[in-house]
Structures are given as C-alpha cells and as structure tokens.
C-alpha cells in the first residue's frame, strides 16, 4: 500500500504561480503511471498530465505550455510547476499513481487563483 500526501496548494493571484508536490511513502519506482487531476465542485475529475516512466509527460491542453509535471524518484515525489495561473484553473488537485500494485490517490490540495 502506498500512500499519497499532496501540498503546495494555496490561493495566488492570477499571473502567478504555484507548485504542487505529492510525496509518496513508499518508492514511486513502483508506479510507473503518475498523474495530476483536478476537481471542481460538481463537475468530474479531469486529467491534468500525466508522466509514464521512460516517456514524455503529457498535458490537458487547457495547460499545456503553463504547467510541467516532474518526478523525483530519489525523493519519491511528483511535481506540478503551474505558471501563468488562471482563475479558471482554480480547483482541488489530486495525484494519482498506478502499477502492479494497484493505484493510489492523494486527499487533495485546494488551489485558488483569484483574478
């Protein structure tokens, strides 16, 4: 079992920036898929990026160009660098990990960007 422990949320002024970590109490070598999502209240979780381990991260393209998502495996922690926030980005954020042993949720980090 792996436990997933998210921070770095806050509220920011549109323009700036945040980031995201989500440290891992095991080894994230285990989880080879790793993902940020975010939630707003009644609507569906949405993936955010995502990185495999070996390949290129992917993006939503409402944040492609904004936010880069990175892995430590040596700290076992993923990142979210979110740039050029936007109200609209506002939401609770989750990481999310996945691999033979199963698949892992963090408890969330609110992120608010006032405009």
């Known amino acids: 079992q792996v436990q997933l422990v998210e921070s770095g949320g806050g509220l920011v002024q549109a323009g700036g920036s945040l980031r995201l970590s989500c440290k891992a109490s095991?080894?994230?070598?285990?989880?080879?898929?790793m993902a940020w999502y975010r939630q707003v209240p009644g609507k569906q979780r949405e993936l955010v990026a995502s990185?495999?381990?070996?390949?290129?991260?992917t993006y939503d393209a409402s944040v492609k160009g904004r936010f880069t998502i990175s892995r430590d495996n040596a700290e076992n922690t993923l990142y979210l660098q979110m740039n050029s926030l936007r109200p609209e980005d506002t939401a609770a954020y989750y990481c999310?990990?996945?691999?033979?042993?199963?698949?892992?949720w963090g408890q969330g980090t609110q992120v608010t960007v006032s405009s």
């Open positions: 095991g080894s994230i070598s285990s989880l080879p898929f």
């Open positions: 990185h495999y381990s070996g390949g290129q991260p």
């Open positions: 999310s990990g996945s691999g033979p042993s199963g698949g892992f």
